[in-house]
């Protein structure tokens, strides 16, 4: 079983900086892509960073030039370092996945969710 663990969220300032991790666990054939998506009360869910095997990089037009997501291929972990953070930045954030795994010796491609992670950015 594979799944996401989330870790960095938390309450700051505006104009303050948090650093977001996933680590994907399991039974990881490769990993196509993984990236984050976030959700604030009332509104959809909304595609905020990804990065692909190959290095493609996309970016919401809502953070370009202030987040910005790495991948750490040895630890099967992704990164968002938020800088510059607004209020309209607070949501749950969650980490995504499109994941081979190897299941009973079959090669399946999963897409997975993080438990997700509160970012808060108040005064």
């Known amino acids: 079983q594979v799944q996401l663990v989330e870790s960095g969220g938390g309450l700051v300032q505006p104009g303050g900086s948090l650093r977001l991790s996933c680590a994907a666990s399991?039974?990881?054939?490769?990993?196509?892509?993984m990236g984050w998506y976030r959700q604030a009360p009332g509104k959809q869910r909304e595609l905020v960073a990804s990065?692909?095997?190959?290095?493609?990089?996309n970016y919401a037009d809502s953070v370009k030039g202030r987040f910005t997501i790495s991948r750490d291929n040895a630890k099967n972990t992704v990164y968002l370092q938020m800088n510059s953070l607004k209020p309209e930045d607070t949501a749950v954030y969650y980490c995504?996945?499109?994941?081979?795994?190897?299941?009973?010796?079959?090669?399946?491609?999963?897409?997975?969710w993080g438990q997700g992670t509160q970012v808060t950015v108040s005064s």
């Open positions: 990065i692909r095997s190959v290095g493609t990089i």
């Open positions: 995504h996945g499109d994941i081979y795994t190897l299941d009973g010796g079959v090669v399946k491609l999963r897409t997975l």
């Open positions: 399991g039974s990881i054939f490769s990993i196509n892509a």
